[in-house]
C-alpha cells in the first residue's frame, strides 16, 4: 500500500525533476556503494574547454573497454 502511494506521488512529480532528482539519488547510491569516485564525477570546463581535455577523457574511457592503460600524468 505505502509502495503505491510513493508511486502515485514520484509520478506526480514533474518529468524534468524526476529525471533530476533520480539522477541525483542514482548518482549518490554509486558512490556510496563504491561503484564509481567522486573524482570520476569532477567537472572543469577550463580543462574541457581551453586545454582539451575531453578528446582525452573519450579516448581514456573507449580505450579501458578493450584493455587496461595506465592513466596520463602531467
Do not use: W
Amino acid at each position: 500500500m505505502a509502495y503505491q502511494t510513493f508511486r502515485q506521488e514520484y509520478l506526480q512529480v514533474p518529468p524534468v525533476t524526476r529525471a533530476y532528482t533520480t539522477a541525483c539519488v542514482l548518482t549518490t547510491a554509486a558512490v556510496q556503494l563504491e561503484l564509481i569516485t567522486p573524482f570520476q564525477l569532477y567537472f572543469n570546463p577550463e580543462l574541457i574547454f581551453k586545454h582539451f581535455q575531453a578528446l582525452l577523457l573519450g579516448i581514456y574511457i573507449f580505450s579501458r573497454m578493450s584493455f587496461p592503460i595506465s592513466p596520463v600524468v602531467e
